[in-house]
């Protein structure tokens, strides 16, 4: 929630600059250690890489020499930036482009936190010896921990959106998965509910149903929730919803699968069911589908039987 609200309510520039509380003293003092620090900037990549040698990931992400090579340019790139300290749209920018690639490489993010805070270790050691007074040290030390904060900010919220929205996106595929809408016999169509039952959910089920109801232009209409997980008077309400909608198509509902502890539950609930027409098993809400239709068992075997 906090992501979410800092990506809508600090954009611009000056937002951020703000809400991290630094000045143009602060940005000041980064340049002026800049000025120091860039022409040092590959020692501290050394120096980085040597913590960064003993972890894991390292392997993991950079085990190949060109990769690496383009890695460490990339850092050297970021870190000049940074001293340069110039936070306009373009450093905002870069600093998510930073977020997003970490996402798509699925580098963890205490790997990152943890880079940062080396950065920081380093970084500080250098101030020591190139202040001249613990003041000038500790005002520097403060203006590089904000600067290095908000960058933190803007790569850690442009990884959670790429992230939720990888998730999203997974997630609508499965649920696409989880509805499949299957019409079993001519004016029959059927759909076995698995699973947990949330009101996005609900409200996906229906839609499907309702715009293959449209398509095939059914008549009958299974909802089998043998195994959903949990029902509750949500979830049971969500039910009523879905059949009343496929009345309103001119389809009716068969809800199949409902267990002693389902109809118990819906009972102690005192939910109103109405019209709605249940079943025990599937096999039931078959035969009462293929009734509906005019057509018995018998029937289909001798359908089956002449085919």
Not at 10 to 33: G, K, M, Q, V
Not at 56 to 80: A, G, M, N, T
Not at 184 to 212: E, F, T
């Amino acid at each position: 929630m906090v992501i979410s609200t800092t990506s809508q309510s600090y954009n611009s520039p000056e937002s951020l600059l703000h809400l991290h509380d630094l000045t143009e003293e602060d940005l000041a003092l980064i340049r002026r250690f800049g000025e120091k620090m860039v022409p040092k900037l590959d020692q501290f990549v050394q120096e980085f890489y040597l913590w960064l040698d003993k972890l894991p990931e390292y392997r993991q992400f950079f085990s190949d020499s060109k990769k690496l090579k383009s890695v460490q340019d990339s850092q050297l790139i970021y870190w000049q930036s940074f001293f340069a300290a110039n936070v306009d749209a373009n450093y905002i920018a870069r600093r998510r482009e930073v977020g997003e690639v970490h996402a798509r490489v699925r580098l963890p993010l205490p790997t990152y936190f943890a880079s940062m805070n080396t950065s920081m270790v380093i970084f500080t050691d250098y101030m020591s010896g190139e202040t001249n007074s613990s003041e000038e040290y500790s005002s520097l030390v403060k203006a590089f921990t904000k600067l290095l904060h908000l960058d933190t900010t803007l790569v850690v919220e442009s990884y959670s959106r790429l992230i939720n929205k990888r998730i999203a996106e997974q997630s609508e595929a499965l649920l696409a998965m989880s509805t499949p809408v299957t019409m079993i016999w001519q004016d029959i169509l059927m759909l076995p509910i698995v699973g947990i039952i949330d009101s996005k959910r609900a409200q996906d089920i229906m839609a499907a149903v309702l715009n293959k109801i449209a398509e095939h232009r059914a008549k009958i209409f299974i909802m089998d929730i043998s195994g959903v997980a949990v029902v509750d008077t949500a979830v049971a309400n969500h039910f009523i919803k879905i059949t009343k909608a496929t009345k309103l198509m001119g389809c009716e509902c068969l809800v199949s699968g409902v267990s002693p502890a389902i109809a118990q539950t819906m009972v102690q609930l005192g939910i109103n069911v109405g019209e709605v027409s249940t079943s025990a098993t599937l096999r039931d809400a078959l035969e009462n589908a293929f009734s509906a239709i005019g057509m018995n068992v018998d029937a289909l075997k001798e359908i089956r039987h002449r085919g």
